[in-house]
């Protein structure tokens, strides 16, 4: 009996300690790891704070040599170099179009709040007439944590050399356009 009962507490003994082995190597679902890669990619984006400009109010003109102007801002979004250039056409030039078409010598300006180092911007472009303005494009540098630039657009208005333009209200659309 005594080597029945050895028998049996060694049996016992070696069920546990089996048992044990197996529950060791096993892992615990509840401490199972896993890892995702997550990726993702960001286009170049250009894009205006607003669709338009508001509208650039130039003081009235009372008199044959005044040069009036007015300027407004619209901040334009990106994350990329981009380059901004104009329309060049009679759709830029202040026209009185509703009586005699008679036209005033028109000018615009472009400047940025920064410069392209430390932030976002570019270099201002100065006086010009709007058949000439912006034909060669203006950079605009983006500078990394700086994605937006303030775009100031001043628009001048004068009577050309020994002419006096015809009483009335003249009106003109100029249209930036940013590229990258």
């Known amino acids: 009996m005594k080597m029945l009962t050895r028998r049996i507490v060694l049996l016992i003994g070696l069920v546990l300690l089996i048992d044990a082995n197996v529950a060791m190597a096993a892992p615990d679902p509840a401490f199972d790891a896993a890892t995702a890669a997550v990726t993702v990619t960001v286009d170049e984006i250009i894009e205006w704070h607003a669709a338009n400009f508001a509208t650039i109010a130039i003081a009235n003109i009372t008199n044959r040599g005044d040069t009036p102007s007015a300027s407004q801002s619209l901040v334009l979004y990106t994350n990329c170099d981009l380059d901004i250039t104009a329309t060049n056409t009679t759709a830029a030039q202040l026209i009185e179009r509703v009586t005699s078409n008679d036209t005033l010598v028109t000018e615009y300006k472009l400047e940025y ?65 940013a590229t990258f």
């Open 113 to 177: 709040d920064g410069d392209g180092d430390p932030d976002t911007g570019g270099a201002t472009v100065d006086w010009a007439e709007y058949d000439d303005f912006l034909v060669v494009p203006s950079a605009v540098t983006h500078v990394t944590l700086d994605g937006a630039v303030n775009v100031t657009l001043s628009a001048r208005a004068s009577n050309a050399t020994g002419t006096l333009a015809d009483a009335g209200n003249y009106t003109a659309t100029q249209t930036l356009t």
